[in-house]
Nanobody
Framework: VQLQASGGGLVQAGGFLRLSCAASGRTFSSYHMGWFRQAPGKEREFVAAISWISWSGGMRYYTDSVKGRFTVSRDNAKNTVYLQMNSLKPEDTAVYYC????????????????WGKGTLVTVSS
């Protein structure tokens, strides 16, 4: 599976962005999909994930700092996963990576099968 993330950019605090991650391959629907981020000088951290649709009905999981602000979704017909980010804060500034994983739930960085190239999100105060 190849993953291509897009949608990053510069936004003011309180604004919104929607990230997209397009996946190649015909087995997209069998992967748990997620988003991680890495801020300068920090380790990569988990942000959000959505499960393989046929398993648990599309369960979603978020890190505490984005709950109520970010929404992860997927469109299996388009092989795409999305991250809607609202009420953005300067501390959300990071490179965002999409990830695909077949078995571990929720996603953890060391178990990810496939990573996409990151997309930079910068939130100005």
């Amino acid at each position: 599976v190849q993953l291509q993330a897009s949608g990053g950019g510069l936004v003011q605090a309180g604004g919104f962005l929607r990230l997209s991650c397009a996946a190649s391959g015909r087995t997209f629907s069998s992967y748990h999909m997620g988003w991680f981020r890495q801020a300068p000088g920090k380790e990569r951290e988990f942000v959000a994930a959505i499960s393989w649709i046929s398993w648990s009905g599309g369960m979603r999981y978020y890190t505490d700092s984005v709950k109520g602000r970010f929404t992860v979704s997927r469109d299996n017909a388009k092989n795409t996963v999305y991250l809607q980010m609202n009420s953005l804060k300067p501390e959300d500034t990071a490179v965002y990576y999409c990830a695909a994983e077949t078995s571990t739930w929720p996603l953890v960085a060391h178990a990810v099968d496939y990573w996409g190239k990151g997309t930079l999100v910068t939130v100005s105060s």
